[in-house]
């Protein structure tokens, strides 16, 4: 058994920050054999991919829209996943998810275990 759990979600004004955490668990579940990656969903709309990160932190993959702004990171010994979210928008308004597979892609279909996500809100 897998459990993600994410964090850190709140609401910010345009132009502020704030750094998600995602942590794993699980009795079978080796967490530095896995890559990571972050998804969001505003409502209405299809969950979008973020941030990934291969599970050895070398390869490092953002969506357009964040990259130069988010920075995601991982800390294996501590089972953690970050994202920090830089001079944030009102578009990045939505629910963040983490989620893991062995080789992470954009593709949320590819991910075998998610999160309950955290919700971000960005006032303009």
């Known amino acids: 058994q897998v459990l993600l759990v994410e964090s850190g979600g709140r609401l910010v004004q345009a132009g502020g920050s704030l750094r998600l955490r995602c942590a794993a668990s699980?009795?079978?579940?080796?967490?530095?054999?896995?890559?990571m990656g972050w998804f969001r969903q505003a409502p209405g709309k299809e969950r979008e991919f973020v941030a990934s990160i291969s599970a050895s932190g070398v390869n490092i993959d953002y969506a357009n829209s964040v990259k130069g702004r988010f920075t995601i990171s991982r800390d294996n010994a501590e089972k953690m996943v970050y994202l920090q979210m830089d001079s944030l928008k009102p578009e990045d308004t939505a629910r963040y998810y983490c989620?893991?597979?062995?080789?992470?892609?954009?593709?949320?279909?590819?991910?075998?275990?998610w999160g309950q996500g955290t919700r971000v809100t960005v006032s303009s």
């Open positions: 989620a893991a597979d062995f080789r992470p892609t954009r593709s949320p279909y590819d991910y075998d275990y």
């Open positions: 699980g009795r079978t579940f080796s967490f530095s054999s896995y890559g």
